[in-house]
């Protein structure tokens, strides 16, 4: 019986592992490509010419951004999922959705988020993973599970508590799908190399583990992104005058 429980936990963690991968992949139809956050700017201004200004720019929204912003949130909303069965926790979800859509200081952030929220969320509706509720309201007094319009941040937290992915692991992989995006972003729009890309993979993986480390001690008053460089380059995206990315 052991060996059977063991059997079981293992395939579990390897489902869950799959389902993450899958969660990350480039090849995730909700259309992460077409947005570039304010990095097609940043080259168009020169503020990032090549491999080692690629490398710092994306050091700094790590550390002042993300690490301060999506992935302890991200923690919070997983948490939040984990006691969907209370009101508590549903308010929490909702709080926590709001909280990441006041921060997007341009239209051109916002709009990716709540687009890529959008387009997950019609995705789990056709694999047949949106919670019951959504097909099948309920009549009980708990607010929705899924705030309406929710943005991304929160439908990737959904996605995966429902698959069984942890916290950790949940925070690594998005921090992994935003640097993979950002570097695709960089190949397409600035003359880098996908080996010079993979030379910034190798630099910034363990900036990856500590953004996560930090995270994840962060008190609620301490969050907030301070990316003034990002909002300017973004909020100027829109008026480019030749952009491959959308604003």
Not at 56 to 67: A, R, Y
Not at 107 to 131: F, N, Q
Request: charged residues 20%.
């Amino acid at each position: 019986m052991p060996t059977d429980l063991n059997a079981l936990e293992s395939q579990s963690d390897e489902l869950a592992l799959l389902g993450l991968m899958q969660l990350v992949s480039p090849a995730l139809p909700i259309g992460a490509f077409a947005f570039s956050q304010g990095l097609e700017s940043a080259f168009e201004l020169d503020w990032v010419r090549d491999e080692a200004s690629l490398a710092e720019w994306l050091s700094g929204v790590l550390e002042d951004g993300l690490t301060r912003c999506e992935l302890p949130v991200l923690a919070r909303l997983h948490d939040a999922f984990g006691q969907a069965d209370s009101e508590a926790g549903r308010d929490s979800i909702a709080t926590w959705d709001e909280w990441l859509a006041a921060t997007r200081e341009t239209a051109e952030l916002a709009a990716e988020d709540s687009r890529l929220g959008a387009s997950l969320k019609r995705l789990l509706g056709s694999l047949d993973l949106l919670p019951s509720e959504e097909l099948h309201p309920s009549e009980d007094s708990l607010p929705p599970l899924l705030p309406a319009n929710a943005g991304y941040v929160t439908l990737f937290a959904y996605t995966a508590h429902a698959r069984g992915v942890s916290v950790r692991q949940t925070l690594l992989g998005f921090a992994w799908a935003w640097l993979e995006n950002q570097l695709a972003v960089a190949c397409k729009a600035l003359p880098l190399g996908h080996t010079a890309a993979q030379r910034v993979i190798e630099q910034l993986r363990p900036a990856l583990v500590t953004a996560v480390d930090q995270a994840l001690t962060l008190d609620d008053d301490e969050l907030g992104p301070v990316l003034p460089g990002l909002a300017l380059a973004s909020a100027l995206h829109e008026t480019q005058y030749s952009r491959l990315f959308r604003s």
